[in-house]
């Protein structure tokens, strides 16, 4: 069974009460999810479109108005393909921030809504379900080894004492693949040295003289029998040609730039993470202050209860002031702590989706390629046994008998046999 760990990930669920009153069937490739504080929203797992309003089987029309559409294509470095930010400022991310304040992660003081802290555990500044407490959670992609589900926790450094996020085991995965493909390129380019090395060697060979004073039908088999190696030093010449052109170019010039954006998309990614990070610092510190205020309200609370005055009265309503101000700052900071996290989160499904996409494409890019250098090589190989042909043709023609006549005609002496002598 797959296991996975993610932070506050949305899971397929039944509607909740109120929300939706029947089952609705969602168009093909769209699937309903929870956002972290409880929002419904829908994705489609085939283009990567994210959107709060339930999409229709009829295009053009949204099954449920609501104030914001937003449409999530995949992005990289924090931009969709048209050069526009992925979230603008006030329509769909704004959107996704007003739904934090409808529920809280962590310390809301709505008995409704509070989430006990032992159904979450905070790792390294993300917060996730309890594994002893919280149901398994559902795929994004359930019927998929997809990169969406699977790296949402940090993972123990081998060669060190820290730990390496998901998204960066993710970078390093796309610029491995990016050094493959530069390492296949430079693999093409040897063999394209043997093949130009080798026609050359057989070009110089076809004007070697030796042999060159056979005579008769198997002279004219050897000389094209040398021929051939011409022709043969041509077809390798155009092969090498062909595979530098249609092969070890594409491979090396696929995505150039490809380092220099996989290294924003690193920064945007690590951004937002140590923007989460800081937030948790401030929830933490809100904490804490709370939990003084309160001892000091509490202590105060008992003097009063040993002696009555005026001053402890005042002392109390002071404490209780503070104590109350210091919640609404631990609710502000949980706040704006769930917004910084769902906006991680809701960039990790989208990148990772992204990179996932990209190395499908980078695979496939060079799985075309080999077989383009597979079919140059069979062609190399039909059109050298095209320059054996007439080799072929020649030596079935030769005729020693034809050979020896025409050679006897042009050389001989005479025709008189020598006869005894006489005395």
């Known amino acids: ?54 999409p229709s089987s009829s295009p053009g029309i949204s099954a449920s108005p609501g104030p914001h559409r937003s449409s999530l294509p995949p992005t990289v ?9 992925a979230h603008p400022p006030e329509t769909a991310h704004m ?23 032992e159904n979450t555990i905070t790792i390294n500044c993300v917060t996730f379900p309890h594994p002893d407490t919280m149901p398994e959670q559902q795929l994004l992609k359930p019927t998929e080894w997809s990169y969406c589900d699977y790296f949402w926790a940090d993972k123990k450094d081998p060669q060190g004492n820290g ?27 040897e063999r394209i040295k043997i093949e130009e090395e080798y026609a050359k060697n057989l070009a110089k060979l076809s004007q070697n003289s030796l042999a060159a004073q056979e005579e008769g039908s198997l002279g004219e088999a050897w000389a094209q029998v040398k021929k051939s190696l011409a022709d043969e030093a041509e077809v390798h010449l155009k092969f090498s040609a062909k ?25 945007h990614i690590a951004d937002l993470r140590k923007q989460l990070a800081s937030r948790y610092a401030s929830v933490e510190k809100a904490r804490k202050a709370l939990t003084e205020r309160q001892k000091d309200l509490e202590m105060k609370t008992q003097q009063l209860e040993i002696k009555l005055s005026n001053k402890t009265e005042e002392d109390i309503k002071k ?43 980078r695979v496939e890019m060079i799985r075309q390629h080999l077989c383009q250098y597979t079919q140059l090589r069979h062609e190399t190989d039909m059109f050298n046994q095209s320059t054996v042909e007439p080799v072929d043709q020649l030596l079935r023609k030769v005729d020693p008998a034809k050979d020896r006549e025409l050679w006897v005609r042009e050389h001989k002496t005479g025709n008189i046999r020598p006869v005894d002598m006489e005395i």
């Open 1 to 54: 069974m797959r296991t996975n760990c993610r932070a506050k990930k949305p899971g397929m669920v039944p509607p909740p009460p109120g929300e939706e009153s029947q089952t609705v069937i969602l168009p093909p490739g769209w699937h309903s999810y929870l956002s972290p504080q409880g929002r419904r929203y829908y994705v489609n797992t085939t283009t990567n479109e994210t959107t709060w309003e339930r």
């Open 77 to 85: 470095n924090g931009y969709h393909a048209s050069g526009t930010p």
């Open 95 to 117: 959107s996704l921030r007003k739904s934090t304040v409808d529920s809280q992660n962590l310390g809301s003081s709505s008995p409704g809504k509070k989430q006990s802290k």
């Open 163 to 189: 730990t390496v996020a998901g998204f960066e085991l993710l970078l390093q995965k796309q610029l491995k693949g990016k050094q493959m493909q530069k390492e296949m390129s430079e693999f093409i380019r």
């Open 243 to 267: 595979l530098h052109s249609e092969v070890e170019k594409p491979l090396m010039n696929f995505r150039e730039n490809f380092k220099k954006d996989m290294k924003k998309c690193d920064h």
């Open 319 to 361: 404490a209780r002031r503070k104590s109350t101000q210091a919640g609404d700052d631990l609710m502000r900071c949980v706040d704006l702590y769930n917004q910084a996290q769902s906006k991680w989160f809701e960039e990790m499904v989208t990148t990772t989706l992204e990179l996932e996409r990209l190395e499908v494409e």
